[in-house]
Protein backbone atom coordinates (compact mmCIF):
# COMPACT_ATOMS: atom_id res chain seq x y z
CA UNK A 1 0.00 0.00 0.00
CA UNK A 2 1.36 3.66 -1.35
CA UNK A 3 2.47 5.47 1.53
CA UNK A 4 0.78 9.32 2.02
CA UNK A 5 3.00 11.92 0.51
CA UNK A 6 4.29 14.23 3.71
CA UNK A 7 3.48 17.95 3.43
CA UNK A 8 6.19 20.15 3.01
CA UNK A 9 7.29 21.64 6.22
CA UNK A 10 7.21 25.91 5.44
CA UNK A 11 9.04 26.86 8.25
CA UNK A 12 11.73 24.40 8.10
CA UNK A 13 12.15 24.50 4.01
CA UNK A 14 12.13 28.21 3.54
CA UNK A 15 15.22 30.58 4.58
CA UNK A 16 14.44 33.39 5.08
CA UNK A 17 18.32 34.70 3.77
CA UNK A 18 18.98 35.43 0.60
CA UNK A 19 19.66 34.97 -2.53
CA UNK A 20 15.93 33.14 -3.11
CA UNK A 21 15.32 31.73 -6.85
CA UNK A 22 12.14 30.31 -7.42
CA UNK A 23 11.44 28.22 -10.50
CA UNK A 24 8.37 27.22 -11.84
CA UNK A 25 8.58 23.97 -14.70
CA UNK A 26 5.84 24.09 -17.23
CA UNK A 27 5.02 21.51 -19.74
CA UNK A 28 8.09 20.75 -22.47
CA UNK A 29 10.76 18.75 -23.62
CA UNK A 30 13.19 21.64 -23.29
CA UNK A 31 12.48 21.09 -19.22
CA UNK A 32 15.77 18.85 -19.22
CA UNK A 33 17.83 21.92 -20.11
CA UNK A 34 16.64 23.78 -16.71
CA UNK A 35 18.24 20.50 -14.80
CA UNK A 36 22.11 22.35 -14.98
CA UNK A 37 20.28 25.92 -14.64
CA UNK A 38 19.14 24.35 -10.82
CA UNK A 39 22.37 22.77 -10.22
CA UNK A 40 24.75 25.77 -10.94
CA UNK A 41 22.76 28.05 -9.09
CA UNK A 42 22.41 25.38 -6.01
CA UNK A 43 26.78 25.39 -6.29
CA UNK A 44 26.47 28.60 -6.04
CA UNK A 45 25.05 29.00 -3.40
CA UNK A 46 21.88 30.51 -4.56
CA UNK A 47 18.75 29.15 -2.24
CA UNK A 48 16.76 27.18 -4.80
CA UNK A 49 12.80 25.95 -4.83
CA UNK A 50 11.58 24.29 -7.91
CA UNK A 51 7.83 24.03 -9.00
CA UNK A 52 6.56 21.30 -11.33
CA UNK A 53 2.98 21.91 -12.83
CA UNK A 54 1.20 18.15 -13.66
CA UNK A 55 2.00 18.81 -17.45
CA UNK A 56 5.63 19.67 -16.37
CA UNK A 57 6.18 16.69 -14.20
CA UNK A 58 5.44 14.32 -17.58
CA UNK A 59 8.69 15.70 -18.66
CA UNK A 60 10.96 16.16 -15.59
CA UNK A 61 10.37 13.80 -12.36
CA UNK A 62 9.80 16.11 -8.87
CA UNK A 63 12.29 13.56 -7.49
CA UNK A 64 14.97 15.00 -10.14
CA UNK A 65 15.01 18.69 -8.92
CA UNK A 66 14.66 18.28 -5.78
CA UNK A 67 18.47 16.24 -6.01
CA UNK A 68 19.51 19.20 -8.00
CA UNK A 69 18.01 22.06 -5.69
CA UNK A 70 19.11 20.11 -2.26
CA UNK A 71 15.01 20.61 -1.66
CA UNK A 72 11.60 19.26 -1.67
CA UNK A 73 9.72 20.18 -4.60
CA UNK A 74 6.69 21.77 -4.88
CA UNK A 75 3.81 20.28 -6.98
CA UNK A 76 -0.39 21.20 -7.43
CA UNK A 77 -0.39 18.02 -4.89
CA UNK A 78 0.98 20.07 -2.48
CA UNK A 79 -1.16 23.41 -3.58
CA UNK A 80 -3.99 21.27 -3.32
CA UNK A 81 -3.16 19.58 0.09
CA UNK A 82 -4.83 20.56 3.40
CA UNK A 83 -2.49 21.61 5.40
CA UNK A 84 -2.11 24.48 8.41
CA UNK A 85 -0.39 28.06 8.40
CA UNK A 86 -0.40 29.87 5.59
CA UNK A 87 -0.93 28.89 1.92
CA UNK A 88 1.77 27.79 0.36
CA UNK A 89 1.80 30.48 -2.91
CA UNK A 90 1.23 32.98 -0.66
CA UNK A 91 4.69 31.60 1.44
CA UNK A 92 6.17 31.06 -1.69
CA UNK A 93 5.41 34.12 -3.40
CA UNK A 94 6.35 36.22 0.03
CA UNK A 95 10.05 33.76 -0.18
CA UNK A 96 11.35 34.73 -3.19
CA UNK A 97 13.52 37.49 -4.85
CA UNK A 98 13.54 35.85 -7.79
CA UNK A 99 10.77 33.69 -10.24
CA UNK A 100 11.79 31.67 -13.33
CA UNK A 101 9.66 30.32 -15.30
CA UNK A 102 11.52 27.92 -17.74
CA UNK A 103 10.17 26.54 -19.90
CA UNK A 104 7.42 28.87 -20.49
CA UNK A 105 4.52 27.03 -22.64
CA UNK A 106 2.05 28.75 -24.87
CA UNK A 107 -0.71 27.48 -22.30
CA UNK A 108 1.10 29.25 -19.34
CA UNK A 109 1.91 32.17 -21.46
CA UNK A 110 -1.60 32.57 -22.00
CA UNK A 111 -2.78 32.50 -18.31
CA UNK A 112 0.07 34.88 -17.27
CA UNK A 113 -0.96 37.54 -20.05
CA UNK A 114 -4.84 37.75 -18.44
CA UNK A 115 -3.99 37.17 -14.86
CA UNK A 116 -5.15 33.42 -14.80
CA UNK A 117 -4.64 31.79 -11.58
CA UNK A 118 -5.72 27.88 -11.45
CA UNK A 119 -2.40 25.58 -10.00
CA UNK A 120 0.52 26.55 -7.52
CA UNK A 121 2.84 28.07 -10.32
CA UNK A 122 0.35 30.73 -11.36
CA UNK A 123 -1.53 31.71 -7.99
CA UNK A 124 2.48 32.25 -6.94
CA UNK A 125 3.34 34.17 -9.37
CA UNK A 126 -0.11 36.69 -8.50
CA UNK A 127 0.97 36.35 -4.91
CA UNK A 128 4.53 37.09 -5.40
CA UNK A 129 5.99 40.73 -6.72
CA UNK A 130 9.43 40.13 -7.40
CA UNK A 131 10.68 39.78 -10.71
CA UNK A 132 9.36 36.90 -13.54
CA UNK A 133 12.12 35.73 -15.82
CA UNK A 134 10.45 34.00 -18.66
CA UNK A 135 11.98 31.59 -20.73
CA UNK A 136 9.60 30.39 -23.33
CA UNK A 137 9.67 27.35 -25.39
CA UNK A 138 7.69 25.57 -28.00
CA UNK A 139 7.10 24.55 -31.93
CA UNK A 140 7.66 27.01 -33.92
CA UNK A 141 4.19 27.09 -35.72
CA UNK A 142 2.98 27.60 -31.57
CA UNK A 143 5.20 30.53 -31.09
CA UNK A 144 3.99 32.21 -34.77
CA UNK A 145 0.58 31.98 -33.92
CA UNK A 146 -0.70 35.57 -33.82
CA UNK A 147 -2.88 35.01 -30.14
CA UNK A 148 0.64 32.94 -29.00
CA UNK A 149 2.27 36.44 -29.87
CA UNK A 150 -0.64 38.80 -28.96
CA UNK A 151 0.04 37.08 -24.88
CA UNK A 152 3.98 37.20 -25.31
CA UNK A 153 3.56 41.38 -26.39
CA UNK A 154 0.85 41.89 -23.71
CA UNK A 155 3.34 40.54 -20.76
CA UNK A 156 6.34 42.11 -21.93
CA UNK A 157 4.51 45.43 -21.07
CA UNK A 158 4.55 44.64 -17.99
CA UNK A 159 7.92 46.13 -16.31
CA UNK A 160 7.79 42.68 -13.68
CA UNK A 161 8.34 40.11 -16.18
CA UNK A 162 11.87 39.90 -17.93
CA UNK A 163 12.59 37.50 -21.07
CA UNK A 164 15.15 35.39 -22.39
CA UNK A 165 15.14 33.95 -26.03
CA UNK A 166 13.17 32.00 -27.44
CA UNK A 167 16.29 31.51 -30.10
CA UNK A 168 16.25 29.74 -33.30
CA UNK A 169 17.55 26.33 -33.78
CA UNK A 170 16.21 22.42 -34.10
CA UNK A 171 13.68 21.96 -32.08
CA UNK A 172 12.72 18.46 -30.58
CA UNK A 173 10.09 18.19 -33.34
CA UNK A 174 12.63 18.37 -35.96
CA UNK A 175 11.54 21.63 -37.26
CA UNK A 176 13.87 24.46 -37.35
CA UNK A 177 12.90 27.68 -36.89
CA UNK A 178 12.35 30.07 -33.57
CA UNK A 179 10.88 28.22 -30.33
CA UNK A 180 13.69 26.95 -28.80
CA UNK A 181 14.41 27.89 -25.34
CA UNK A 182 17.18 29.71 -24.48
CA UNK A 183 20.00 27.78 -23.30
CA UNK A 184 21.36 27.00 -19.53
CA UNK A 185 24.07 30.20 -19.82
CA UNK A 186 22.08 32.97 -21.16
CA UNK A 187 19.03 32.54 -18.46
CA UNK A 188 22.01 31.99 -15.65
CA UNK A 189 23.72 35.48 -17.15
CA UNK A 190 19.88 37.09 -17.13
CA UNK A 191 19.33 35.64 -13.66
CA UNK A 192 22.52 37.13 -12.16
CA UNK A 193 21.43 40.67 -13.66
CA UNK A 194 18.58 40.22 -12.08
CA UNK A 195 19.87 39.52 -9.09
CA UNK A 196 21.75 42.48 -8.51
CA UNK A 197 19.33 45.08 -10.40
CA UNK A 198 16.48 43.74 -8.86
CA UNK A 199 14.41 44.20 -12.07
CA UNK A 200 15.39 47.91 -12.19
CA UNK A 201 15.69 48.73 -16.36
CA UNK A 202 17.42 52.25 -15.19
CA UNK A 203 19.56 52.55 -18.50
CA UNK A 204 16.27 52.38 -20.30
CA UNK A 205 16.35 54.75 -23.44
CA UNK A 206 20.16 54.84 -23.29
CA UNK A 207 22.10 54.14 -26.45
CA UNK A 208 25.27 52.40 -25.15
CA UNK A 209 28.09 51.76 -28.05
CA UNK A 210 30.73 49.56 -26.88
CA UNK A 211 33.85 47.66 -28.53
CA UNK A 212 35.41 45.07 -27.42
CA UNK A 213 37.76 41.81 -28.27
CA UNK A 214 41.21 42.03 -30.45
CA UNK A 215 42.05 43.46 -33.93
CA UNK A 216 44.88 41.60 -36.25
CA UNK A 217 46.86 43.20 -38.53
CA UNK A 218 48.21 40.71 -41.04
CA UNK A 219 51.59 40.31 -42.60
CA UNK A 220 50.38 38.19 -45.18
CA UNK A 221 46.71 36.03 -44.85
CA UNK A 222 48.38 33.84 -41.94
CA UNK A 223 50.81 35.79 -40.26
CA UNK A 224 49.28 38.83 -38.06
CA UNK A 225 50.21 41.23 -35.29
CA UNK A 226 47.40 40.80 -32.16
CA UNK A 227 46.83 40.08 -28.93
CA UNK A 228 44.71 37.45 -26.70
CA UNK A 229 41.92 39.38 -26.00
CA UNK A 230 39.11 37.26 -25.68
CA UNK A 231 35.89 40.03 -25.88
CA UNK A 232 34.59 38.50 -22.82
CA UNK A 233 34.51 41.89 -20.71
CA UNK A 234 32.76 43.77 -23.69
CA UNK A 235 30.50 41.16 -23.97
CA UNK A 236 29.58 41.38 -20.17
CA UNK A 237 29.10 45.23 -20.64
CA UNK A 238 26.64 44.81 -23.23
CA UNK A 239 24.66 41.82 -21.56
CA UNK A 240 24.40 44.04 -18.43
CA UNK A 241 23.57 46.85 -20.41
CA UNK A 242 20.72 45.15 -22.70
CA UNK A 243 19.46 43.99 -19.30
CA UNK A 244 18.96 47.06 -17.66
CA UNK A 245 16.92 48.03 -20.74
CA UNK A 246 19.28 50.03 -22.98
CA UNK A 247 20.03 49.51 -26.92
CA UNK A 248 23.24 48.38 -27.52
CA UNK A 249 25.57 48.22 -30.35
CA UNK A 250 28.79 45.99 -30.14
CA UNK A 251 31.77 46.07 -32.20
CA UNK A 252 33.70 43.53 -32.06
CA UNK A 253 36.63 41.70 -33.17
CA UNK A 254 37.28 37.86 -33.55
CA UNK A 255 35.46 35.66 -31.08
CA UNK A 256 34.59 32.89 -30.09
CA UNK A 257 30.98 30.96 -31.35
CA UNK A 258 29.86 31.18 -28.02
CA UNK A 259 30.57 34.61 -27.11
CA UNK A 260 28.76 35.14 -30.21
CA UNK A 261 25.68 33.18 -29.97
CA UNK A 262 24.88 35.18 -26.57
CA UNK A 263 24.39 38.20 -28.24
CA UNK A 264 20.85 37.60 -29.01
CA UNK A 265 18.93 41.39 -29.13
CA UNK A 266 22.01 43.03 -29.20
CA UNK A 267 23.17 44.99 -32.28
CA UNK A 268 26.85 43.24 -33.38
CA UNK A 269 29.29 44.35 -36.07
CA UNK A 270 31.95 41.93 -36.67
CA UNK A 271 35.31 43.37 -37.86
CA UNK A 272 39.39 42.23 -38.04
CA UNK A 273 41.19 45.32 -38.25
CA UNK A 274 41.68 48.79 -36.47
CA UNK A 275 40.78 50.54 -39.02
CA UNK A 276 37.41 48.63 -40.00
CA UNK A 277 36.55 49.20 -35.98
CA UNK A 278 37.35 52.76 -36.59
CA UNK A 279 35.03 52.54 -39.55
CA UNK A 280 32.67 50.79 -37.50
CA UNK A 281 32.75 53.23 -34.06
CA UNK A 282 32.47 56.66 -36.00
CA UNK A 283 29.42 55.26 -37.98
CA UNK A 284 27.83 54.40 -34.65
CA UNK A 285 29.13 56.89 -32.94
CA UNK A 286 25.68 60.04 -33.66
CA UNK A 287 23.28 57.86 -31.93
CA UNK A 288 25.13 56.68 -28.97
CA UNK A 289 25.24 58.26 -25.47
CA UNK A 290 28.11 55.84 -23.51
CA UNK A 291 30.76 55.25 -25.80
CA UNK A 292 32.89 52.38 -23.65
CA UNK A 293 35.96 51.02 -25.84
CA UNK A 294 37.06 47.49 -24.29
CA UNK A 295 38.38 46.77 -27.29
CA UNK A 296 42.27 45.90 -27.12
CA UNK A 297 43.15 47.61 -30.39
CA UNK A 298 46.56 47.13 -32.16
CA UNK A 299 48.99 49.36 -31.75
CA UNK A 300 50.93 49.11 -35.07
CA UNK A 301 50.62 46.94 -38.15
CA UNK A 302 53.09 45.70 -41.13
CA UNK A 303 53.83 48.56 -43.25
CA UNK A 304 53.28 46.43 -46.49
CA UNK A 305 50.81 43.14 -46.48
CA UNK A 306 51.40 40.24 -48.62
CA UNK A 307 48.35 39.63 -50.61
CA UNK A 308 49.89 35.67 -50.86
CA UNK A 309 51.20 33.75 -47.84
CA UNK A 310 55.13 34.58 -47.54
CA UNK A 311 57.89 31.60 -47.57
CA UNK A 312 59.40 31.13 -43.92
CA UNK A 313 63.06 32.04 -45.99
CA UNK A 314 61.11 35.62 -47.65
CA UNK A 315 60.06 36.62 -44.22
CA UNK A 316 61.66 39.90 -43.42
CA UNK A 317 64.61 40.07 -41.24
CA UNK A 318 63.24 43.08 -39.74
CA UNK A 319 59.39 44.35 -39.93
CA UNK A 320 58.77 47.78 -40.76
CA UNK A 321 55.79 49.55 -38.45
CA UNK A 322 52.93 51.79 -39.24
CA UNK A 323 50.47 53.31 -37.06
CA UNK A 324 46.85 52.43 -37.05
CA UNK A 325 43.86 55.24 -36.32
CA UNK A 326 43.79 56.18 -32.49
CA UNK A 327 40.50 55.11 -32.47
CA UNK A 328 39.83 56.68 -28.94
CA UNK A 329 41.53 60.13 -29.74
CA UNK A 330 38.78 60.31 -32.61
CA UNK A 331 36.18 59.83 -31.10
CA UNK A 332 36.76 61.97 -28.65
CA UNK A 333 37.09 64.85 -30.91
CA UNK A 334 34.05 63.87 -32.67
CA UNK A 335 31.80 62.88 -29.66
CA UNK A 336 28.67 65.64 -28.83
CA UNK A 337 29.20 67.15 -24.97
CA UNK A 338 26.18 64.86 -24.48
CA UNK A 339 27.88 61.82 -25.08
CA UNK A 340 30.60 60.08 -22.10
CA UNK A 341 33.37 58.39 -23.04
CA UNK A 342 34.82 55.69 -21.13
CA UNK A 343 38.15 54.19 -21.42
CA UNK A 344 39.89 50.91 -20.81
CA UNK A 345 43.42 49.94 -19.89
CA UNK A 346 44.81 46.48 -19.68
CA UNK A 347 48.27 47.00 -18.02
CA UNK A 348 51.40 45.25 -15.60
CA UNK A 349 52.69 46.07 -12.97
CA UNK A 350 50.83 49.41 -11.31
CA UNK A 351 48.30 49.72 -13.61
CA UNK A 352 46.94 53.42 -12.04
CA UNK A 353 49.75 55.58 -13.01
CA UNK A 354 49.09 54.69 -16.69
CA UNK A 355 45.72 54.65 -17.03
CA UNK A 356 45.57 58.06 -15.57
CA UNK A 357 47.98 59.23 -18.32
CA UNK A 358 45.74 57.79 -20.62
CA UNK A 359 42.93 59.70 -19.54
CA UNK A 360 43.88 62.48 -19.62
CA UNK A 361 45.89 62.25 -23.14
CA UNK A 362 42.75 60.96 -24.73
CA UNK A 363 40.09 63.36 -22.74
CA UNK A 364 38.07 60.55 -21.89
CA UNK A 365 35.53 61.06 -18.60
CA UNK A 366 36.53 58.17 -17.49
CA UNK A 367 38.74 54.99 -17.53
CA UNK A 368 38.61 51.31 -16.56
CA UNK A 369 42.40 49.71 -15.59
CA UNK A 370 42.50 46.68 -15.19
CA UNK A 371 45.40 43.99 -14.41
CA UNK A 372 46.66 40.60 -16.92
CA UNK A 373 49.79 39.86 -14.97
CA UNK A 374 47.04 38.72 -12.03
CA UNK A 375 45.54 35.18 -12.38
CA UNK A 376 42.25 35.34 -13.13
CA UNK A 377 42.05 38.92 -14.32
CA UNK A 378 42.64 40.48 -17.72
CA UNK A 379 42.81 38.82 -21.28
CA UNK A 380 40.35 35.35 -21.53
CA UNK A 381 39.57 34.64 -17.67
CA UNK A 382 35.79 34.41 -17.23
CA UNK A 383 36.47 36.71 -13.84
CA UNK A 384 38.15 40.54 -13.48
CA UNK A 385 39.31 43.10 -11.77
CA UNK A 386 39.53 47.02 -11.79
CA UNK A 387 39.93 50.32 -10.88
CA UNK A 388 37.65 52.75 -12.40
CA UNK A 389 39.33 56.64 -12.50
CA UNK A 390 36.92 59.07 -13.02
CA UNK A 391 38.20 62.53 -15.03
CA UNK A 392 38.40 64.55 -11.85
CA UNK A 393 40.88 61.81 -10.34
CA UNK A 394 38.05 60.07 -8.39
CA UNK A 395 39.12 56.36 -8.16
CA UNK A 396 37.11 53.25 -6.78
CA UNK A 397 38.35 49.71 -6.56
CA UNK A 398 36.32 46.75 -7.94
CA UNK A 399 37.70 43.37 -5.95
CA UNK A 400 37.98 40.18 -8.28
CA UNK A 401 34.90 39.03 -9.46
CA UNK A 402 32.61 37.33 -12.27
CA UNK A 403 32.99 39.74 -15.48
CA UNK A 404 29.36 40.31 -15.72
CA UNK A 405 28.94 41.54 -11.82
CA UNK A 406 31.95 43.29 -12.36
CA UNK A 407 30.02 45.35 -15.91
CA UNK A 408 26.81 45.48 -13.48
CA UNK A 409 28.88 46.97 -10.62
CA UNK A 410 30.93 49.66 -13.32
CA UNK A 411 27.34 50.39 -14.58
CA UNK A 412 26.35 51.08 -11.27
CA UNK A 413 29.58 53.53 -9.98
CA UNK A 414 28.72 55.39 -13.84
CA UNK A 415 25.29 55.86 -13.10
CA UNK A 416 26.10 57.00 -9.49
CA UNK A 417 28.23 59.73 -11.22
CA UNK A 418 24.99 61.04 -13.25
CA UNK A 419 26.35 59.85 -16.67
Excluded at 63 to 92: C, K, M, N
Excluded at 152 to 159: A, G
Excluded at 390 to 400: I, L, R, S, T, Y
Amino acid sequence: MDQPRPEPDLEANLDPTGPRVLIGITGGIAAYKVCSVISDLAKAGVDVRVMLTDQGQAFLPALTVAALSRHPAYTDADFWSSRQGRPLHIELGEWADLLVIAPLSANTLGKLAHGLADNLLTNTVLASTCPVLLAPAMNTDMWQQRAVQRNWHLVRQDQRFHTVGPISGILACDRIGAGRMAEPEDILAQIESLMHTQGQRDLTGKNLLISTGSTREFLDPVRFIGNPSSGKMGVALALAAKHRGANVTLVHGPMEGDLQARLGGIRTVSVITAAAMHRAMVTYLPQADWILMAAAVADVKPATQSPTKLAKANLPKALPLAAVPDIVADLNRRRQPRQRLIGFAAQTGDIVPPAWEKLQRKGLDAIVANPIDIPGSGFGSDTNQAVLIQADGEKEVFPPSPKLLLAHRLIDALLAQQF
